[in-house]
């Protein structure tokens, strides 16, 4: 850091201070290789005007997340994200009522408890980003998470022990454009079967519990670009309307029930790059999905498909990765 000592503070490295007061209101000390803990009378919680505070990717040698970090009531960013903190993220953090981003992402044993969850929800208002992956929440009932702030924009809660019905209205939330839940295999939950639109550009649910159909309600998120449902219980047809989600650019449904013909509808996802549609219970031949020319993964393996490889499939010069295997199938693959 190009910190020295007798010059003003406003030029350093990661510092940003209002011009006009001279008050720091901006520290960035991500990846600066910072190491030990923040005890509770460190001059740090002394900026009391600091709006945006970023420590991520530092190591604080499984210190405690301290209670000092209320003092910053001006606070709308914090992040401090796999920098080896540990134990319960303490209350204090949901006093800090102005946060618009909140990212703790961890590798560590760091818990997040119920009481924490509900304070946060009921006193962070303004909330747009919450991070929280790999963070312990086991404790967390998710129903806590239902009054979660309508601003909310981005919510990943991956690799999280979470467990239990995951709210319906989350999912409908008027600005949401992310929900990550990957790998909580103890958390269920249904998608809206109706007036489901919502400004989504990445949902997944892959690892959970997750279940029932894929609504035709699907065909209403016209900006979603990933769709990742693989390994939960998901069955039955996959619905025609699902072409119409043609900004897809990955559609990873791989290890569910689904069933059926794959939809020939899905040949209108010009954009889609990976497709994974292995071990589930497809049969019917391959439908002209072939021809999608952007497409640079592709696995249909283990499901019932039958017929002919299609020998038209020129439009795949983009591929990298294809698998067929545990169908039966027959033909050669199209040079």
Known sequence: MSW???????????????????????????????????????????????????LANNNFNLSLISSGFSRFLNLTHLNLSYSNFEGSIPYEISRLSELVSLDLSTYTTLRLENPVMEALVQNVTKLQLLFLDYVDMSTVVPGTLKNLSSSLTSLSLSYCRIQGEFPENIIRLPNLQMVRLKFNSNLSGVFPRSNWTSPLRNLDVSGTGFSGHLPDSICNLRHLRELKLYKCNFYGFLPASLGNVTQLVVLSLSSNSFSGHIPPSLSNLYQLINVDLRSNNFHGQIPDIMNLTRVAYLDISNNQLTGSI??????????????????????????
Not at 14 to 36: E, F, H, K, P, R
Not at 319 to 331: D, H, I, P, V
Request: aromatic residues 8%.
């Open 4 to 54: 020295k000592w007798g010059t003003d503070c406003c030029s350093w490295e990661g510092v940003t201070c209002d011009m006009a007061t001279g008050d720091v209101i901006s520290l960035d000390l991500s990846c600066s290789g910072l190491y030990g803990s923040i005890p509770s009378n460190t001059s740090l919680f002394d900026l009391v005007h600091l709006q945006k505070l970023n």
């Open 310 to 335: 299609p020998s038209h499939g020129t439009g795949l010069q983009n591929l990298a990765f294809l698998r067929l295997y545990n169908n039966t199938l027959s033909g050669t693959i199209p040079s």
